[in-house]
């Protein structure tokens, strides 16, 4: 009887583990979406174009500064693998109200599912996927972070464009419509090489 009830419990656990993957990776995708459409529409490029996307995901963690950060007495660390989350939700602008459920929200988000990209070409037709001599090469290469969600209706993600030498960060706060597909509502450049 309790072999029985624990491959029971094995099988709920391993159901529900998957169905989180895919719905996670449905909303990568959907994000990936929106900042696409949103760089094809800035660069004026057409339908067929192809973007190249570097295959690993950085892993963005939140974090609460310290005093000497916060008074600007000590620098905090590289944004790219750490995101002060202070300047996460002053690039939201949410009253007092939200911010302190979208803190405990982005707190508990420090391991992110995947570690490389996953995607759906149904929802991603214009992705191609770097192989290594294309990410040593660095050219017209598009390299995002992990997604960190404030709430299921607004997300934060980063992204850096590498052009051989050239180089731009950006910063990205994104809004969940109600069909489900995402806007960006917010960009802010972190960095030009």
């Not at 491959?7 to 696409?36: G, M, Q, T």
């Not at 300047?87 to 988000?109: T, Y």
């Given at each position: 009887?309790?072999?029985?009830s ?7 656990f ?14 990568f ?26 295959p ?10 310290s ?8 620098p ?33 988000q ?5 570690d ?58 994104l ?10 509502k ?8």
């Amino acid at each position: 009887m309790n072999k029985i009830s624990l491959i029971i419990v094995s099988l709920v656990f391993i159901i529900s583990c998957s169905k989180k993957e895919e719905d996670e990776k449905l909303e990568f995708n959907r994000i990936l979406n929106a900042v696409l459409k949103y760089e094809s529409n800035r660069n004026s490029f057409d339908n067929s174009h192809q973007f190249l996307i570097s295959p690993e995901l950085q892993k963005i963690k939140t974090y609460v500064p310290s005093q000497k950060e916060i008074l600007g007495e000590e620098p905090g660390p590289p944004s790219f693998f750490n995101k002060n989350i202070i300047r996460l939700l002053n690039l939201k602008e949410n009253n007092l109200k939200n911010r302190k459920s979208d803190s405990l929200n982005l707190l508990k988000q420090n391991v992110y599912i995947f570690d490389s990209l996953n995607i759906d070409t149904k929802i991603n037709l214009n992705i191609k996927v770097a192989n290594k001599e294309e990410i040593d090469k660095r050219m017209k290469l598009y390299q995002f972070s992990n997604p960190i969600y404030f709430d299921e209706n607004s997300a934060y993600i980063e992204t850096i464009y590498h052009d051989s030498a050239f180089g731009i960060g950006l910063d990205i706060y994104l809004k969940n419509k109600k069909d489900g597909s995402w806007i960006i509502k917010k960009i802010v450049n972190t960095f030009i090489t």
